[in-house]
């Protein structure tokens, strides 16, 4: 299940060599959420730990993220570890959606045409005999 999030890089971490088939970068992005400052940690693995290699901590970026979970077994006791696996990441203003072009306002200019489909119309009969909504 992917997630994409925009904040500012606080900290790279460098990359950890953790068995001879498994490494890992750490990174943290600070994402303002309303009045509150929250400090996320992400990792990238493996290929991807280069994707921060072209950023530098204060770079605004957009990241696209996996959310994983796993339990590991420690003496008889279950612990859960939660990951945020960052598999994109982008200069922030290359990931915001552009601007629509303005539309004409109702008036003047041509007429404005829609891509949307219409709504589909009102059922016809069914239950109501009267025509009287049913409370």
């Given amino acids: 299940m992917a997630f994409e999030v925009v904040g500012k890089i606080e900290k790279i971490m460098d990359t950890q060599q953790v068995s001879d088939r498994f490494k890992k970068r750490d990174f943290v992005l600070l994402i303002q959420d309303g009045s ?3 400090y996320i940690k992400f990792q990238a693995t ?15 970026i957009a990241v696209t993220f996996d959310l994983k ?14 990951n945020l696996e ?3 990441i982008n200069a ?16 003047g200019g041509a007429p404005v045409q829609s891509n949307t489909p219409p709504p589909p119309p ?3 009969g069914g239950d109501d005999i009267d025509g009287d909504l049913p409370f």
């Avoid at 493996?46 to 605004?60: A, H, I, K, P, V």
């Avoid at 979970?69 to 939660?82: A, H, M, S, V």
């Avoid at 922030?92 to 008036?107: C, F, R, T």
């Fill in 69 to 82: 979970g796993r339990p590991f077994d420690k003496g008889g006791e279950t612990i859960y570890f939660t």
């Fill in 86 to 88: 960052a598999w994109r």
């Fill in 122 to 124: 009102p059922p016809v």
């Fill in 46 to 60: 493996q290929d991807r730990c280069t994707l921060l290699d072209s950023f530098n901590e204060g770079d605004d």
């Fill in 36 to 38: 509150y400052p929250q």
């Fill in 92 to 107: 922030a203003a290359s990931a915001q959606p552009q601007a629509a072009p303005q539309q004409p306002s109702y008036g």
